[in-house]
């Protein structure tokens, strides 16, 4: 299993990304996904998770300004940030879960490797 995200990059504050991962591998079809973030120093933490089927969840702060969305023709999840906030500066990672139910970050699943988001103020 190979989870590839992009769409990192530099915006200012108020600005907005769009975060893509995409997946290989049959696990993107029965898995829930998520995208996670880690800022300097802080520790890992969950962002937003989707199921195959049922509701999104969001983290507190993000919520109202995050959307996360799955293709699954392309095997491909996203993350659309607006109204982004310096606060927001992380590594994404998104991640497949292996377990139903489990979505916390010290849950079993794959990860991919980070993409970097920095909001200037």
């Known amino acids: 299993v190979q989870l590839q995200a992009s769409g990192g990059g530099v915006v200012q504050t108020g600005g907005s990304l769009r975060l893509s991962c995409a997946a290989s591998?049959?696990?993107?079809?029965?898995?829930?996904m998520g995208w996670y973030r880690q800022a300097p120093g802080k520790q890992r933490e969950l962002v937003a998770t989707i199921p195959t089927l049922g509701s999104t969840n969001y983290a507190d702060s993000v919520k109202g300004r995050f959307t996360i969305s799955r293709d699954n023709a392309k095997n491909t999840i996203y993350l659309q940030m607006n109204n982004l906030k310096p606060e927001d500066t992380a590594t994404y990672y998104c991640r497949a879960a292996l377990r139903a139910g489990c979505s916390g970050v010290g849950c079993p699943g794959y990860w991919g490797q980070g993409t970097l988001v920095t909001v200037s103020s």
């Open positions: 591998g049959s696990i993107f079809s029965t898995n829930t």
